[in-house]
């Protein structure tokens, strides 16, 4: 039995049950008390996402503040479990607009009951695709007042058949405009050591996509990758052009990808569901361009005083700046007083999270900024313990940057009515995890 | 398919209690289940959630079921179901009213739309009430024919349903076999996929009785049946895609071409968006490859990056559960990951159960060429914040030196550990430089230069204490000030609560005293006392065993105690590679993540203490640390109930100290000395130890506890006064002066313990005996007496006795103390004679 959930549980953080569909009668109602006793109210809650009680297995994740616990009582497939919980969540965003939290589980019982109707059958994962499943859910989310605006309406029952070969797609899809929008999001993950080594460098990218065309279109992605380019010139005989090729360590694709064609030609071609998706996701660790560097000496004077002083530099184009950079420089606990200059933007000292944060709205390529600040310590008699530096973190958003320096070369629509399309390409680097010790 | 029903719910304070609200959704449910008004749907709509939302908040509303389904009689999709939904929760707690809503769901099950005809069947079928099985049989049936995917889809599972209500019913109905047949020539993917998760199932479920079942379950993974299924692979959904590719992991292929076939078909599938997809199909390519060394190496480089891709991408929670199956692979491929280790470099906000995966595999990967960076990188961890995690890395570096790449640099590392003089740093580390001089004792210069440098009252751990008086044991002729550092802590022997520090202990004090006998015997001597008095059982065992042993030969002690050790070659793997290949069976599952195989917690046997899983809400949480009190704290707390009690327990420590022998009349320093070298002597001479140099024995050590029949005098004969009499505020003050002159342990025969049921019957039967009782107490399986005699001739002479005995070991604890302690072995002896006849007719 490869996996068949027993039942589907969504609790609160206080352990209140908010909803749940139990699919199969092997495990006990109350199973859901021995996960809030052994689990929830045990220091065991962050140690491990599945556990075992009794002769049950919990398979959980916290969403917001929604613990969803997936109920098992055969050995399952865990991987599959993690992944179902995920694309749940994902398909609940997009009903609720967005949001997924305790509220707007309240306010959406009946359709969570559908749904989970829907997308799982006595245990048995069913039809994720929110496309599909708009054919048969009668009810409408109730969004929060805050998201974003409702999008088309699901349209209610349906007729129109899903065809057995595209099954993301419905047919006789018509807009107005035929718009395609691609954005590439890199995040960086960085880690640096005191001395100013890269340890750790990659690049996770993503593809989104968000299509507004009619019919049943035939896309074609080009990009500047290595494997990519080689083929081409292969196949047209001539050298490749000069200029960056990137080497991807790994590529996956969402499952309207004809994948048998990648592995032949190399080329990205797809029949794309209708709205947004994740077309790819790819992972780098070569030839990585970081956008700042980070400069931290860190002096302790004595035992009531600390000099810190942090450069950081934008090394990506002059004509490029980078939006929303946050550097969060760590001071010990104790910290009485801080006294701080900056070049740009503004620091301040947050003692909750024991960290001087410097935030700088907008930081221009090629400049640099400097941070210095003089730290007065409370004195601790007997206090040994010396201070665990942890390490500076950063978040940024570079937009019109990309780390791996992956471009889009083409994209291509093509669709038997022959309508003309407008593209669309946005590149955007944030900072995934961007740490540097000090 | 319903939630649990109102009853097991924990509805918080502020919600209603609901009795209002609901005779009110009841009239109104009751006004419009007849009106035919314009708009009068949407009105229904919205009590109906309304309904649905108090059941899901845990308000009982069973109450308007017929109401319910009055008001169901409609066109209205929206509220059908809705109406579905409040049925299928409350009918398995209302067979009755069930039957109700039988009929209109068989009506529906006929509706033009196909969409009210799955959703009706898919009710129908969730009612779960076994006296309606007969109803189900027709509809099913109908909806596996019926011309739309979405009925069938449904009617598949509603077959699975069926056979877990009634097998028979679903067997008699020949469903299986349609089934089949859908399963082989549906068009549908959806439906395809579902027939066989549903014959899966049932034919597992059925081989144990059924022949057919077991060649039916056979013919799925026959060649044709998976070629069917692989060659479609890509229509089916992600999920299926799963249940499709772990059926072909079972799949035998039968030549070696088959094998690349499948490995080309599915080649793809390594590059899905679903990572639980890229998993099984990992599975697949390593099971067909088992056989075919050379390519199941090309499987690893193939797998490699996708595996890497997807610990990088997802929730902590996915990563944990890949990361645990990387784990499995580098075990099995220690070479797989060796030069992608900094993707197991851990980031400062991870949960703590993803680091601890990656430490795990940056332990394992770690070789020649890249342990230099792991351990500078693990050596960051040990300043964590987060100390379990600071601590397991240290443990990795440990594990890393032990796998002998560059120890040099690595004990280098560990000693500067020692130096941040944090406690749980120095502990772990501790027992590791303990666990590395086992292997490299040619380190040993090196740290126990840092070792003797570490003050014994920082350590508090156990584990931590254990090792460094291993080390002080072991090491002690290379550390100026062991045997003072050992005699100071067995002077706290009492404030130890440790078994395992005790053991250790009197271990280190032997092998201290093999090697610098003159400072360590005092040490020694308090050690086996305390050791012997111990409530422990190991220790009061290993105790007594390293006296008789010292007793008989010196020289025969050293070498059971303190042999010269060759290094540990290998440390012991705690899993045996049968256990580690089922797992790799089973991989992409539990097993992998919990580590062990399914059988270990799916079956009843194994599973350990929670038994039922029905009753599992009920077990209360039980503490981790009851292994760490020793039996002496029970005794303790049963004193509580005693006249006597705290008085004697101050007596209990006294004793190690100050108890004295009695057959040790001179006792001068010079004596001992002299009697000292003699044994240093006997000790390192080649030649057997004198019989004379144990008779001197006890002397050397200031022992008083001779339990050796050799040394025993032959008692004189004991006369006792039947009619002694002795207050209890006399005995309190008496017991509280004397020392114990005697501790011994003998067996209860088994009618005495039968007998026992009522402790009356041995104060009575002790008193035949001239001995009296004057104090009991306890209850089952401990009982503590205490009792009184008088020398018949002198009544001056009191005998007072404390007498613990356990009825579930039949043994029995008896402390005497004496005015005239030289015929206390004397009186003890009458005892136990008087106590070994209790029970007997």
């Not at chain 1, 479990?81 to 309240?106: H, N, P, Q």
């Not at chain 1, 030609?265 to 998706?277: A, N, Q």
């Not at chain 2, 089952?780 to 404390?802: D, G, I, R, V």
């Amino acid at each position: 039995m490869p996996v068949a959930a027993s039942a589907i549980y969504f609790l609160n953080l206080r352990g209140d049950v908010l909803i749940n569909r139990t699919y199969r009668d092997d495990v006990g109602g109350n199973m859901v008390d021995a996960f809030r006793t052994h689990i929830m109210q045990t220091k065991e809650l962050g140690n491990c996402p599945v556990r075992q009680i009794g002769g049950c297995s919990f398979v959980y994740m916290r969403i917001s503040n929604v613990y969803i616990v997936i109920v098992v009582s055969s050995n399952a497939n865990v991987a599959c479990g993690f992944k179902f919980v995920v694309e749940a969540v994902a398909l609940f965003k997009s009903y609720f607009g967005g949001a997924f939290d305790e509220d707007a589980i309240k306010n959406n019982f009946v359709l969570i009951y559908e749904l989970l109707d829907e997308i799982m059958d006595f245990g048995y994962p069913q039809n994720l695709s929110p496309e599909i499943l708009k054919l048969y859910i009668t009810q409408e989310g109730v969004r929060s007042p805050f998201s974003s605006k409702p999008k088309d309406k699901p349209v209610p029952n349906a007729t129109l058949q899903v065809t057995g070969a595209v099954g993301w797609r419905r047919e006789g899809l018509s807009y107005k405009k035929n718009e395609v929008f691609l954005d590439i999001v890199e995040s960086v993950n960085l880690l640096m050591s005191s001395k100013g080594n890269v340890l750790r460098c990659d690049v996770t990218g993503k593809v989104l996509m968000k299509c507004f065309l009619s019919g049943m279109p035939d896309l074609k992605l080009g990009l500047n990758d290595k494997i990519g380019l080689e083929k081409e010139s292969e196949m047209k005989s001539r050298p490749a052009k000069s200029g960056k090729t990137i080497e991807l360590d790994d590529v996956t694709f969402h499952q309207c990808v004809n994948l048998t064609r990648f592995n032949s030609e190399k080329t990205v071609s797809f029949v794309p569901p209708d709205g947004e998706f994740e077309l790819m996701k790819y992972r780098i660790t070569e030839g990585v361009n970081l956008p700042f560097r980070v400069l931290p000496t860190i002096k302790e004077l004595g035992r009531t005083r600390m000099e810190v002083n942090v450069k950081v530099k934008s090394v990506f184009g002059a004509k490029m700046f980078a939006l929303g950079v946050v550097v969060k420089i760590p001071v010990p606990k104790q910290t009485a007083k801080t006294n701080f200059q900056v070049t740009s933007g503004r620091a301040k000292y947050n003692p909750s999270i024991d960290c001087l944060v410097w935030k700088i709205r907008k930081f221009p390529g090629q400049t640099e900024s400097t941070l210095s600040a003089e730290i007065e310590l409370i004195s601790t008699m007997g206090e040994k313990k010396s201070w665990t530096r942890p390490p500076i973190q950063m978040e940024f958003q570079v937009p019109m940057f990309t780390a791996s320096g992956l471009r889009v070369r083409f994209l291509k629509v093509w669709e038997k009515s022959g309508y003309n399309t407008v593209e669309w390409v946005r590149y955007i680097t944030k900072a995934g995890s961007y740490e540097i010790r000090c | 398919m319903a939630p649990p029903a109102a009853s097991q719910r924990y509805p918080s304070p502020s919600q209603p209690s609901g009795k209002s609200e609901v005779t009110d959704l009841k009239s109104q449910l009751r006004q419009l289940a007849g009106s035919r008004a314009p708009g009068v749907d949407d009105s229904k709509r919205d009590l109906f959630k309304k309904v649905i939302s108090y059941m899901t908040i845990g308000i009982d509303v069973s109450s308007v079921f017929g109401e319910m389904v009055m008001c169901s009689a409609t066109s209205d999709i929206v509220l059908k179901k809705m109406c579905y939904l409040y049925v299928g929760n409350y009918a398995k707690g209302n067979p009755d009213l069930s039957l109700l809503t039988i009929n209109f769901l068989q009506r529906d099950c006929k509706d033009q739309d196909p969409m009210i005809r799955g959703l009706a069947l898919r009710s129908l079928c969730s009612l779960r009430v076994p006296n309606l099985v007969e109803y189900l049989v027709g509809p099913l049936g109908s909806g596996l024919k019926d011309n739309n995917s979405y009925v069938r889809t449904i009617a598949v599972t509603g077959v699975l349903k069926l056979y877990h209500i009634s097998a028979s019913t679903c067997i008699d109905a020949d469903f299986p076999a349609t089934l089949k047949s859908l399963m082989l020539h549906d068009s549908d993917a959806q439906v395809v996929a579902n027939c066989l998760s549903a014959l899966q199932e049932i034919w597992s479920l059925e081989v144990s009785h059924s022949e057919e079942a077991c060649r039916e379950k056979e013919s799925l993974l026959s060649k044709p049946v998976i070629y069917y299924f692989l060659n479609r692979i890509k229509e089916f959904n992600e999920w299926a895609q799963c249940l499709i590719l772990e059926l072909a992991v079972k799949y035998v292929p039968s030549d070696s071409n088959d094998i690349f076939d499948i490995m080309n078909l599915l080649e793809d599938r390594l590059q899905h968006a679903n990572g639980a997809v890229v998993l099984a199909t990992v599975k697949v390519f390593l099971q067909l490859t088992l056989s075919m060394t050379d390519v199941h190496q090309q499987v690893y480089e193939r797998i490699k990056s996708p595996l890497l891709t997807l610990v990088s991408s997802g929730s902590p929670e996915q990563s944990y559960a890949i990361l645990s199956h990387l784990h499995l692979l580098v075990v099995r491929a220690p070479f797989i990951f060796a030069s992608d280790y900094k993707h197991f470099y851990c980031q400062y906000n991870e949960p703590s159960y993803v680091k601890k995966l990656k430490l795990e595999m940056l332990t394992a990967i770690a070789n020649e060429s890249n342990t230099y960076e792991i351990v500078t990188e693990l050596c960051e961890y040990a300043a964590n914040v987060d100390i379990a995690i600071a601590r397991e890395s240290i443990r990795a570096v440990g594990k890393i030196a032990l796998q002998q790449y560059d120890v040099n640099a690595i004990v280098d590392r560990l000693l500067q550990f020692l130096e941040m003089e944090k406690d749980y740093v120095t502990a772990e580390t501790l027992v590791l430089v303990k666990d590395l001089l086992r292997k490299y004792p040619q380190w040993s210069h090196d740290c126990i230069s840092v070792v003797g440098g570490i003050s014994s009252k920082n350590i508090q751990e156990p584990k931590a204490k254990s090792a460094l008086i291993w080390m002080l044991g072991e090491y002690a002729q290379d550390m100026s000030d062991a045997p003072y550092v050992l005699e100071n802590l067995i002077e706290n022997w009492e404030e130890e609560h440790s078994a395992e520090v005790r053991l250790h202990l009197l271990t280190a004090a032997m092998k201290c005293f093999f090697k610098r006998p003159p400072e360590t015997q005092r040490a020694l001597g308090i050690a086996l006392a305390a050791g012997m008095a111990d409530f422990h059982q190991d220790v009061h065992d290993r105790a007594l065993f390293y006296y008789r042993v010292l007793q008989y030969d010196v020289h025969v002690a050293e070498r059971v105690v303190s042999p010269s050790k060759q290094a540990v070659s290998v440390f012991a793997d705690t899993q045996s590679s049968e256990i580690k290949d089922r797992i790799f069976d089973e991989f992409n599952s539990l097993s992998v993540i919990y580590q062990k195989p399914s059988y270990m917690f799916t079956d009843k046997e194994h599973r350990g203490p929670f038994e039922f899983s029905d009753e599992v809400g009920n077990i209360p949480i039980t503490p981790e640390a009851s292994g760490d009190i020793v039996p002496a704290q029970q005794f303790e707390a049963n004193d509580k109930d005693l006249l006597l009690s705290t008085d004697e327990k101050d007596d209990n420590k006294g004793v190690s100290i100050t108890g004295s022998a009695y057959t040790a009349p001179s006792y001068d320093n010079s004596n001992i000395s002299s009697q000292m070298q003699e044994l240093a002597i006997s000790g390192s001479a080649t030649s057997a130890a004198t019989p004379q140099s144990s008779f001197d024995f006890d002397d050397i050590f200031g022992l008083g506890l001779s339990t050796a029949p050799a040394r025993t005098p032959s008692p004189p004969l004991l006369k006792l006064n039947p009619r002694a009499a002795l207050d209890p505020g006399a005995f309190q003050q008496k017991w509280r002066q004397l020392p114990i002159s005697l501790t011994q342990e003998c067996s209860v025969n088994p009618q005495g313990i039968a007998a026992l049921t009522v402790p009356q019957s041995l104060i009575k039967h002790m008193q035949s005996h001239s001995i009296h009782c004057i104090a009991s107490g306890g209850q089952s399986p401990n009982f503590k007496f205490f009792f009184f005699a008088q020398k018949e001739s002198e009544p001056s002479s009191n005998y007072l006795t404390e007498c613990v005995i356990n009825s579930s070991s039949a043994k029995a604890q008896i402390k005497v103390k004496a005015d005239e302690q030289s015929t206390s072995q004397a009186f003890a002896t009458v005892f136990e004679t008087a106590l070994s006849e209790f029970g007997m007719p």
